[in-house]
């Protein structure tokens, strides 16, 4: 398995050497958000997939940040406080936004990998 994943709504799922999840979004959607100048980060605490846990405000849209998958947000990304840039400028690497414990980690084999991705990007073009 990569170690890399995907949802629909363009997040990015890291798994760590440590079983944790590091969750952002992608480059695509931020370059559809544009600039992102507010980033609201969860507290920490169990979400369901699918709940509300984050909001991005950009210069053109409000945009929520869904949990992916089941599990405990142990870590949020507290430089975004300051820097919410960082999500335009890093995307994939300082622009994350938080860190999960998976309630169940197999869960991440029904994500979609790098070229699944690509392929729903094309097909949603």
Known sequence: MTTLRFTP?????????????TVGITSFAQEALGDV???QLPDAGRYEQGAEVAVLESVKAASNIVMPLDGEVVEVNQALADSPELVNEAPMDGGWFFRIRLDDPEALA?????????AFLADNA
């Open 9 to 21: 709504e363009h997040e990015w799922l890291r798994i760590e050497a440590t079983g944790e999840v």
């Open 110 to 118: 029904g994500l979609m990998d790098q070229a699944d991705y690509d």
């Open 37 to 39: 100048v507010f980033v």
